[in-house]
């Protein structure tokens, strides 16, 4: 248990991709050969990434100065670029998601037919992005992974995903291009604006945001409101903030469903990381400027989602649309704890919600879109009104969809709840009306998750699903795990979110310094 | 007792929510009793219980009478008399509105029981059959309750409110008792408050027993009468309705506009569009590039090829022509140069030799 291990993260990041290479080498003739290999190398990074957590050395300092298991070694000397990686309370809990939610995934995949070779070895690829995304320290890594996520994905749409599979994996490839090309000239910007202890500029994410602790901001006061919303066009394009949120809807329709469960569970966090790692430590001082803004355009999402969640007669596209209703929590979180009223206090219980709602939301989402795939698989529909009096028929499926959709309405007791809370408590004492506002997305919350809920499992049975078997092996034990955590930490929610507290004030004193 | 706190009797209030806590989840035991005996839920089809199933008749009729307020034997007749006396002394209305309250309560009650327990059973294919143990102990336990948990607060020693001065506070009391000093009156038992409640409820229950007991009066006569009433009623005074013709229909209507909005607005309008206008540039942009930038190429080619066809005609390889425009030339040329130097006498064109000498 040594938080000083250099090896553990480029491991942990590696292994994955190491497991892909295997993965070319096993005959395509043998696909169960290929399930279980995928399966056991996805275990490895699981167990690494719950030793981190328990490895991890609670009250240390945080970003930007302190990172623990931290690596950097010079990788493109010339430019600055260095092989840096580290973790703090912001990352840790997002690696264990990563790892978990692609395990479930792999596992509920193992029906997968169609090219299983590629499929799995795309799966691989994708968690090495996605666990670079979360250990880099070095915006040069941070890109290249950012990137990497990006490819993996627009394959396991575009060739295992529904019928619209190529408007959709090509919308999402090119919505978040978009996004990413603004934040690598705001990257460039303040590459050209930091200089290296030895002189010349780097790439470090550290020194970046070490200058922007000392300075306001990671660049000069002429040009860093464009870079602040270059950035934040990266970022929100990714949570997805309103109204750069119809890619969502799409991707996750169109996904398959392991897909739309990493989509959701672990690349939209990526939008909400980059937030809290790079555009409130790196530009505090637009950020505390802009907080208003973010806050009603996430106070949009969250009405603006919940209502259109509502109206939605397709089940994945519900689901779908309460993603940008929930993330709206993550980023309003956000936004009040850069809020120049409240106190230290709720200011960090805002974004110590915004967090707990980002790995909430990972779970409970996560294991909608599985249920979602569980049933669209037996009935090879989503249109809600097909549905009706599935309780009867397949109890245990009933229960785990009215749980993880009580989950996610924010029923006390759970996870979603927590993360509510504490976003409410914190926007509370920055601005009661936001609020007060954030309140009605809530009741339609709760309105659309019940609706949603009576038209598939109460009502009179569909005869045509006289013989739907209920969930299997499989499907529970890809489910399960998912609404375990979301009552343990529901339950004991200090158990994830010691984590994030240390982070939050870290983050909090470079906003208010 | 939500009409107790209002009129500031807090202690009647608690006590009130506790005998109600006992003879209410009675009467739910007991028509649970009932459904699970004759396996429906409608009145209408019952009758004639009270033979079958003598235990839940005798446990829900004793709730019914606490409910109905009963004084002296029941346990809600305790906790109604208070509240009614508070509300005597702090404000008339409330005080009749709950008289009324009593009397309809009783009313209704009474036609439950008669038309549940009594007459005959309007529905042969039901043969209903007592519950078993489980059921019924509980309904007994709670029947008990509902007598005699009125007795820690009779107005003569109310032992009740002593023992919740430590939650309430002597401050709650305190309001209570201002009202009553300034009303000069004193809490307590009080004959007219005790005498009006105690017809109310007797007179629901004579007028529910004339109807439905003794059928003196016929409920088809007072159809005429009373038929808009029981209209309105029967559609719960249409608060359903209204909440679906108003809040439901809004939000859905909100919902669908949203959606709309984000659909066609946000997703094909501005997303769609921005995609539509790239492609839009990039056929303007083929076309310039064809045209324009790829035509100047094209252009300088042709402008070297059709020289090069035109001078063509020069390279015939033939000796003697060359040699004879190299004749030409050199004389051309000499000509040129011989008149530069004429005219200009003194050439400032460096390329050309210094020919002056030449002609000295």
């Given at each position: ?10 491991l942990i990041?590696?292994l ?8 070319m080498?096993v005959p ?5 050969v ?8 996805s275990l ?8 981190l ?6 009250g240390g300092?945080?970003?930007?100065n302190?990172v ?13 670029v260095?092989?840096?990686m580290g973790?703090d ?9 990563t ?12 029906f997968?037919?169609?090219r ?9 690829l ?12 070095d915006?040069?890594?941070f ?11 627009y394959?396991?749409?575009g060739?295992?995903g ?8 090509i ?9 990413s ?7 460039l910007?303040?590459y ?14 550290l020194a ?6 000392t ?7 002429n040009i860093?409101?464009?870079v ?24 996750h ?8 469960v990493?989509?959701?569970?672990v690349?939209l966090k ?18 505390a ?10 106070l949009?999402a ?10 939605q ?21 956000c ?17 110590n ?9 990972g ?10 795939g569980?049933v669209?698989e037996?009935?090879?529909t ?16 009933a229960?785990?969809?009215?749980f ?6 924010g029923?006390p007791?759970?996870t979603?709840?927590?993360a509510e ?17 954030a309140?009605?997305?809530?009741v339609?919350?709760a309105?659309y ?13 569909n ?11 499989r499907?529970v034990?890809s ?8 009552l343990?930490?529901?339950i004991?929610?200090?158990a994830v979110?010691?984590f994030f ?13 | ?7 500031f ?29 004759t ?31 009963i004084?002296?034997?029941t ?5 109604k ?6 509300a ?21 009650m ?8 009594h007459?005959?059973p309007n529905d042969h294919?039901?043969?209903?059959h007592e519950?078993?143990?489980v059921?019924?102990v ?7 309750l509902?007598?005699?948990?009125g007795?820690?607060?009779t107005?003569?020693?109310?032992m009740?409110?002593h ?14 008792e201002k009202v009553?000093?300034?009303a ?10 005790f ?26 006569k ?9 209209k ?10 209204l909440?679906q ?10 919902a669908?506009?949203?959606f709309?909005?984000?659909?066609w607005?946000i997703?094909?309008v501005?997303?769609?569009g921005?995609?539509?206008?790239s492609?839009v540039?990039?056929v ?7 045209n324009?930038?790829?035509g ?7 402008i ?10 020069i390279?015939?390889?033939v000796?003697?022509q060359y040699?004879f ?14 008149c ?17 000498g030449?002609?000295h």
């Amino acid at each position: 248990m040594d938080p000083t291990n250099h090896w553990i993260l480029p491991l942990i990041t590696f292994l994955p991709l190491l497991g892909a290479a295997l993965i070319m080498f096993v005959p395509k003739e043998k696909p169960s050969v290929i399930k279980a290999l995928s399966i056991l190398v996805s275990l490895v990074p699981l167990v690494i990434s719950i030793w981190l957590w328990f490895a991890y050395k609670h009250g240390g300092a945080q970003f930007p100065n302190g990172v623990q298991f931290g690596i950097d070694v010079p990788w493109i000397p010339s430019l600055g670029v260095s092989f840096a990686m580290g973790v703090d309370g912001l990352s840790v809990p997002l690696i264990f998601l990563t790892a978990l939610l692609t395990t479930l995934s792999l596992v509920y995949s193992t029906f997968i037919e169609v090219r299983p070779k590629e499929y799995f070895w795309m799966f691989l690829l994708l968690e090495t992005g996605m666990f670079g995304v979360f250990t880099a320290m070095d915006f040069v890594l941070f890109f290249v992974f950012w990137e990497v996520s990006l490819v993996p994905m627009y394959f396991l749409i575009g060739i295992w995903g529904g019928p619209r599979r190529e408007y959709a994996a090509i919308k999402f490839f090119l919505y978040t291009m978009v996004g990413s090309m603004a934040m690598l000239l705001s990257i460039l910007a303040m590459y050209f604006h930091t200089t290296a202890a030895g002189g010349g500029h780097t790439f470090s994410m550290l020194a970046m945001a070490q200058q922007a602790m000392t300075n306001g901001d990671a660049v000069p006061l002429n040009i860093a409101a464009l870079v602040f919303w270059g950035l934040f066009l990266g970022f929100a394009v990714k949570v997805p903030m309103f109204p750069f949120h119809t890619w969502l809807p799409d991707a996750h329709v169109e996904a398959p469903t392991a897909g739309s469960v990493i989509l959701a569970g672990v690349l939209l966090k990526m939008g909400s990381y980059g937030f809290m790692r790079v555009l409130m430590p790196m530009m505090p001082g637009q950020f505390a400027r802009f907080w208003w803004v973010i806050a009603i355009v996430s106070l949009i999402a969250i009405i603006y989602g919940a209502f259109v969640a509502m109206a939605q007669k397709d089940l994945k596209k519900l689901i779908a649309y309460s993603s940008v209703n929930h993330m709206g929590y993550v980023t309003l979180g956000c936004a009040v704890a850069a809020s120049t009223v409240g106190t230290l206090a709720t200011r960090s219980a805002a974004l110590n919600g915004a967090q707990m709602q980002n790995f909430s939301h990972g779970l409970i989402t996560g294991a909608l879109f599985l249920l979602v795939g569980v049933v669209y698989e037996r009935a090879h529909t989503r249109d809600l009104s097909a549905f009706g009096g599935l309780w009867a028929k397949v109890p245990v499926y009933a229960g785990m969809l009215a749980f993880c959709s009580f989950g996610s309405l924010g029923l006390p007791g759970m996870t979603g709840f927590i993360a509510e809370l504490s976003v409410l408590t914190g926007t509370y004492a920055a601005a009661p009306i936001l609020a007060g506002l954030a309140l009605i997305g809530i009741v339609v919350t709760a309105a659309y998750m019940l609706w949603m809920l009576q038209r598939v499992l109460l009502g009179p049975l569909n005869p045509k699903w006289e013989k739907m078997p209920d969930a299997d092996a499989r499907e529970v034990i890809s489910i399960a795990p998912l609404m375990a955590l979301t009552l343990f930490f529901g339950i004991i929610p200090s158990a994830v979110m010691s984590f994030f507290g240390n982070a939050s004030e870290a983050i909090i004193r470079v906003l208010h310094p | 007792m939500v009409m107790a706190l209002g009129v500031f009797g807090y202690v009647a209030a608690i006590f009130h929510l506790m005998t109600h806590a006992f003879f209410k989840a009675q009467l739910f035991l007991g028509s649970g009793s009932v459904i699970h005996g004759t396996g429906t839920q409608d009145m209408r089809e019952m009758g004639g219980l009270k033979k079958k199933m003598p235990w839940t008749y005798w446990t829900f009729l004793v709730a019914t009478l606490s409910l109905c307020g009963i004084p002296f034997i029941t346990a809600g007749g305790w906790s109604k008399e208070e509240i009614l006396t508070v509300a005597f002394h702090t404000n008339k209305i409330v005080f009749w509105a709950g008289v009324l309250g009593a009397f309809t309560t009783s009313f209704y009650m009474f036609r439950l029981v008669y038309k549940t327990f009594h007459g005959e059973p309007n529905d042969h294919e039901i043969h209903a059959h007592e519950s078993p143990k489980v059921m019924l102990v509980p309904l007994v336990i709670l029947a008990t309750l509902a007598i005699f948990a009125g007795y820690v607060g009779t107005p003569f020693k109310n032992m009740f409110e002593h023992s919740m001065m430590p939650v309430l506070g002597h401050h709650s009391e305190m309001i209570l008792e201002k009202v009553l000093e300034e009303a000069q009156v004193s809490g307590g038992f009080n004959t007219p408050v005790f005498l009006i409640g105690t017809c109310a409820a007797l007179l629901g229950i004579f007028l529910a027993t004339l109807i439905w007991k003794w059928h003196v009066v016929k409920i088809e006569k007072l159809e005429p009468a009373f038929g808009w009433l029981a209209k309105i009623v029967e559609n719960k005074y249409y608060i359903d309705e209204l909440y679906q013709a108003t809040i439901i229909r809004a939000l859905m209507l909100i919902a669908a506009l949203m959606f709309w909005f984000d659909k066609w607005v946000i997703d094909y309008v501005i997303v769609n569009g921005v995609g539509y206008l790239s492609l839009v540039v990039s056929v303007v942009w083929d076309w310039c590039d064809r045209n324009i930038v790829d035509g100047l190429v094209n252009l300088t080619g042709w402008i070297t090829g059709t020289l090069g066809r035109g001078l063509r005609y020069i390279q015939t390889g033939v000796a003697q022509q060359y040699v004879f425009l190299l004749v030409v030339s050199i004389a051309l040329m000499s000509v040129i140069a011989f008149c530069v130097a004429v005219i200009g006498n003194h050439s400032e064109v460096s390329w050309i030799p210094p020919i002056t000498g030449f002609f000295h």
